[in-house]
């Protein structure tokens, strides 16, 4: 998971070839870092990340806005901050959204999430928590954490309040994840159950220090890891395999509240592109999807929407519609005509 080298160790090593004024090492290194964006080893496998900078976030977010050029936008009551960007306050009724607007077409990849839940609120007097998004739309506010229900793609939720009464054997706070490809419906009065692929407790509220999440999709597999305990470690959450996300989506967050309430704060989100070999078999069954599934596990078929017609189909229909109108009008005047005609000899 966790690469031998991150970020801060380049940086470091960097210094240190610096420092050491040997020219040909620092050469080396600088023709490798490239654009800043090394590769780093993950695990003892053939498998490299890349962090991709069109999809990630960081202080001091200057890619959020609304311009043109921003490759962030925020959505309802989301606002950027100088050390984090705020989803909703802790203030009942708010909802909030951060998409990105770039579509990811990567086929494997790691997405780390560092995150802040906290608020006035005492036991189970508080909520609803955030969800982290991969789908088809983007943008589009609804019930679910803040995003639109029955949606198309991943869904990954803390869930910090719950709302089955009855239910004992789970503690929230409570990470799920959902593959949805539009036909299903987040069940809130259940938590999500009936419809997630697994979960675990995170105790995430209130913390004094940073809390983590990172989704790794590699080979259709799909792990979900968390650092909520201040030691830097990873911890497992949910794994899946058999997980088929299509390409072209895009990432975002969002949270919202209710009668209760929290602050839910986003300090970064860095997505990287993760380099693994495959097998000339692997490579045949990891082909391109255009609906999200999990192997093993039914979704209910949506019909499929018809193609958009081309612009010369379009002008056909057009054109020929017109022309069969203009068919009709003429035999319509004709036997109109001829009515007239037998109707004046029978006078006659």
């Not at 050390?83 to 909703?88: F, G, H, S, V």
């Not at 906290?118 to 803040?146: C, E, S």
């Not at 792990?223 to 030691?231: E, L, P, R, W």
Request: proline residues 5%.
């Amino acid at each position: 998971m966790a690469a031998a080298l991150g970020p801060l160790g380049w940086w470091q090593k960097w210094r240190r070839c610096l420092s050491a004024r040997d020219g040909s090492r620092m050469l080396l290194l600088l023709l490798l870092l490239g654009s800043g964006q090394g590769p780093q080893q993950v695990g003892a496998g053939q498998t490299f990340e890349y962090l991709k900078r069109e999809h990630s976030l960081s202080k001091p977010y200057q890619g959020v806005g609304t311009g043109s050029s921003s490759l962030w936008n925020l959505m309802g009551n989301a606002m950027v901050m100088t050390q984090y960007i705020r989803l909703t306050p802790d203030m009942q009724s708010k909802q909030g959204a951060l998409w990105n607007r770039v579509p990811c077409f990567l086929r494997d990849w790691e997405l780390q999430v560092h995150f802040k839940i906290h608020g006035q609120g005492k036991k189970n007097l508080h909520g609803d928590g955030l969800a982290i998004w991969y789908t088809k739309d983007r943008m589009q506010p609804g019930p679910v954490f803040g995003n639109m229900d029955k949606f198309v793609g991943l869904g990954v939720f803390v869930d910090t309040y719950p709302n089955e009464e009855k239910q004992q054997e789970r503690v929230f706070p409570y990470i799920s994840a959902m593959v949805n490809n539009g036909s299903l419906s987040y069940d809130h009065e259940r938590d999500g159950r009936p419809t997630e692929l697994g979960g675990c407790t995170a105790i995430v509220r209130n913390l004094h220090y940073d809390t983590f999440l990172v989704i790794r999709y590699v080979k259709r597999h799909l792990t979900i890891m968390m650092d909520i305990d201040g030691k830097h470690e990873w911890r497992d959450c949910i794994e899946v395999p058999g997980v088929r996300l299509p390409r072209g989506y895009y990432f975002g967050t969002s949270s919202i509240t209710g009668d209760l309430s929290d602050n839910h704060d986003v300090i970064s989100l860095k997505l990287f592109e993760l380099t693994v070999e495959r097998t000339p078999e692997e490579e045949k069954l990891h082909r391109d999807v255009f609906l999200p599934s999990v192997d093993n596990m039914k979704l209910p078929e949506m019909t499929a929407p018809l193609p958009p017609l081309s612009g010369l189909a379009l002008f056909l229909i057009v054109f020929f519609s017109l022309v069969f109108s203009v068919f009709a009008i003429v035999i319509g005047i004709i036997l109109y005509n001829k009515w007239q005609e037998q109707s004046r000899k029978r006078f006659y």
